[in-house]
């Protein structure tokens, strides 16, 4: 146990991942979290694939987190009639209102209001960038003439992005509210918004959310927008994860800013102390290949340098021929680099005096201590998760291990950084449970004899309030 990685995977769910004995694979190899993708869900196979997920958690004893990803606004262009390439100079036009099939002069564009935010001059991006086209005119109502400046092939259903336009669509759409009452009511244990702009988009789904459940689910701000990243700061305040969603953010804004953009928003989530994943294309080669690219390996290792709490993975394991393999290769690059001492991670201690000040300042000052007395582990009894995830951000040398009898939280936690947790609900006295938490880790071989621990709890015990004790003990 003790050799696990701590940065954790998330792979996404699809065709590939269908079978039960590959999801089992999976977990086995170290996956921590399923995304369930609904820009492409069928909500039968969702709940199937997630009580298969359940049903082996209790079989292998290893909780796996399910994150499900709400679409957001994604333009797209509607089903094309046959194959049509375009090349530079073809005039084509894009079209509101009724759906139909598209051809080489006319494609059929899901955005109503795109014709009245499109202006003349701006470019309109088709397919991850690959295709680009310019607007040359709007009628303001249903069509936009736009002229071909890179050409290829024009297929159907692929995403539009207008890295210029101004959009006027809601964050949350009325298909991404259904999808959040429906993973609401299936438990979840996160939930990502794609495209948020502003911290008005979070706000909203907490709405959906509060209206829905009678729980806290965190929510995960995906980062794709020029605008995101101007209001990050105002984003961080409303969210409990941010997602450095690249492929939206590569073609959104310049691909050679993004480097620089993901180094800043890994930075800015430790500062707030929630987590972090970098996604999209990080195994890409191996969706069809068994190998990665020595790119594709460094990419990772430098998410993990950089900070990351964990590292996505989407075509590569929803339509890869490779699911398995690709988290054992993922498993061992993490394994490989997170433990070097080049990894650097904002230090600085809390200073903000909140109503959680006390906890802040106990978990800080935990992890500072853990390091200056290689403790071997730090326990920590939580009813909230609070404590894991203020932990898991001042990245300590020292196993984390969380013990909590909220079933709720119990898979939830498994997206932060070194974090194992525990279900756990005998409450006597404080020294009893100590010694008992102890044991455990002692038991699941985190510790040996003569290792020091460090134990955070709540006294009195039995209250579950915030934490407000830091004690060292010694495994004898």
């Given at each position: 146990?003790?050799?696990?990685?701590?940065?954790?995977?998330?792979?996404?769910?699809?065709?590939?991942?269908?079978?039960?004995?590959?999801?089992?694979?999976?977990?086995?190899?170290?996956?921590?979290?399923?995304?369930?993708?609904?820009?492409?869900?069928?909500?039968?196979?969702?709940?199937?694939?997630?009580?298969?997920?359940?049903?082996?958690?209790?079989?292998?004893?290893?909780?796996?987190?399910?994150?499900?990803?709400?679409?957001?606004?994604?333009?797209?262009?509607?089903?094309?009639?046959?194959?049509?390439?375009?090349?530079?100079?073809?005039?084509?036009?894009?079209?509101?209102?009724?759906?139909?099939?598209?051809?080489?002069?006319?494609?059929?564009?899901?955005?109503?209001?795109?014709?009245?935010?499109?202006?003349?001059?701006?470019?309109?991006?088709?397919?991850?960038?690959?295709?680009?086209?310019?607007?040359?005119?709007?009628?303001?109502?249903?069509?936009?003439?736009?002229?071909?400046?890179?050409?290829?092939?024009?297929?159907?259903?692929?995403?539009?992005?207008?890295?210029?336009?101004?959009?006027?669509?809601?964050?949350?759409?009325?298909?991404?509210?259904?999808?959040?009452?429906?993973?609401?009511?299936?438990?979840?244990?996160?939930?990502?918004?794609?495209?948020?702009?502003?911290?008005?988009?979070?706000?909203?789904?907490?709405?959906?959310?509060?209206?829905?459940?009678?729980?806290?689910?965190?929510?995960?701000?995906?980062?794709?927008?020029?605008?995101?990243?101007?209001?990050?700061?105002?984003?961080?305040?409303?969210?409990?994860?941010?997602?450095?969603?690249?492929?939206?953010?590569?073609?959104?804004?310049?691909?050679?800013?993004?480097?620089?953009?993901?180094?800043?928003?890994?930075?800015?989530?430790?500062?707030?102390?929630?987590?972090?994943?970098?996604?999209?294309?990080?195994m890409e080669t191996m969706i069809s290949s068994l190998t990665?690219?020595?790119?594709?390996?460094?990419?990772?290792?430098?998410?993990?340098?950089?900070?990351?709490?964990?590292?996505?993975?989407?075509?590569?394991?929803?339509?890869?021929?490779?699911?398995?393999?690709?988290?054992?290769?993922?498993?061992?690059?993490?394994?490989?680099?997170?433990?070097?001492?080049?990894?650097?991670?904002?230090?600085?201690?809390?200073?903000?005096?909140?109503?959680?000040?006390?906890?802040?300042?106990?978990?800080?000052?935990?992890?500072?201590?853990?390091?200056?007395?290689?403790?071997?582990a730090i326990c920590t009894l939580t009813n909230s998760g609070?404590?894991?995830?203020?932990?898991?951000?001042?990245?300590?040398?020292?196993?984390?291990?969380?013990?909590?009898?909220?079933?709720?939280?119990?898979?939830?936690?498994?997206?932060?950084?070194?974090?194992?947790?525990?279900?756990?609900?005998?409450?006597?006295?404080?020294?009893?449970?100590?010694?008992?938490?102890?044991?455990?880790?002692?038991?699941?071989?985190?510790?040996?004899?003569?290792?020091?621990?460090?134990?955070?709890?709540?006294?009195?015990?039995?209250?579950?309030?915030?934490?407000?004790?830091?004690?060292?003990?010694?495994?004898?």
């Amino acid at each position: 146990m003790p050799n696990q990685k701590r940065t954790k995977i998330v792979a996404t769910l699809g065709p590939a991942t269908s079978k039960r004995e590959t999801l089992k694979q999976m977990i086995l190899e170290g996956v921590d979290v399923f995304r369930v993708n609904f820009s492409h869900a069928n909500y039968e196979t969702v709940k199937e694939n997630i009580a298969t997920i359940r049903e082996l958690g209790k079989e292998t004893g290893i909780t796996t987190a399910i994150l499900a990803d709400l679409q957001g606004p994604k333009l797209r262009v509607g089903v094309m009639k046959e194959e049509v390439v375009v090349e530079p100079g073809d005039i084509i036009s894009f079209c509101t209102g009724k759906e139909f099939e598209g051809t080489a002069e006319k494609v059929y564009m899901n955005y109503d209001s795109f014709p009245k935010d499109v202006k003349k001059g701006e470019n309109i991006l088709l397919d991850d960038g690959k295709l680009m086209f310019r607007v040359l005119e709007t009628n303001g109502k249903d069509t936009v003439k736009a002229e071909v400046i890179q050409g290829g092939p024009l297929r159907s259903k692929k995403g539009v992005n207008l890295p210029n336009t101004n959009i006027s669509l809601p964050a949350l759409t009325q298909k991404d509210k259904e999808d959040a009452i429906f993973a609401i009511s299936l438990e979840v244990d996160w939930i990502a918004l794609s495209f948020v702009r502003h911290a008005e988009d979070l706000q909203e789904l907490r709405k959906v959310i509060e209206a829905n459940c009678k729980y806290k689910i965190p929510i995960i701000a995906k980062i794709e927008k020029p605008e995101a990243v101007a209001n990050i700061e105002k984003i961080v305040a409303y969210c409990d994860g941010l997602m450095v969603a690249r492929g939206d953010l590569g073609v959104e804004v310049p691909a050679e800013e993004v480097p620089l953009i993901q180094k800043e928003l890994v930075r800015t989530a430790k500062r707030a102390r929630i987590p972090v994943i970098i996604a999209t294309q990080m195994m890409e080669t191996m969706i069809s290949s068994l190998t990665p690219t020595r790119a594709e390996v460094n990419d990772v290792a430098n998410s993990v340098m950089d900070g990351a709490d964990a590292v996505m993975l989407s075509g590569e394991t929803s339509v890869g021929k490779y699911p398995v393999q690709v988290i054992q290769k993922m498993s061992k690059i993490l394994r490989n680099v997170e433990n070097s001492p080049l990894i650097r991670v904002p230090q600085e201690p809390p200073h903000i005096r909140t109503n959680r000040y006390i906890t802040k300042s106990i978990c800080y000052h935990a992890a500072i201590m853990a390091n200056e007395i290689e403790a071997k582990a730090i326990c920590t009894l939580t009813n909230s998760g609070y404590t894991a995830f203020q932990i898991s951000a001042w990245r300590p040398a020292a196993h984390i291990l969380v013990f909590t009898s909220n079933y709720r939280i119990l898979s939830r936690l498994n997206l932060l950084w070194g974090v194992t947790a525990f279900f756990y609900d005998k409450y006597v006295s404080t020294d009893e449970t100590v010694e008992d938490v102890n044991r455990i880790a002692y038991d699941r071989g985190f510790v040996t004899k003569e290792d020091y621990l460090i134990n955070l709890a709540a006294m009195p015990i039995v209250d579950k309030g915030m934490v407000n004790t830091l004690r060292v003990s010694q495994v004898k």
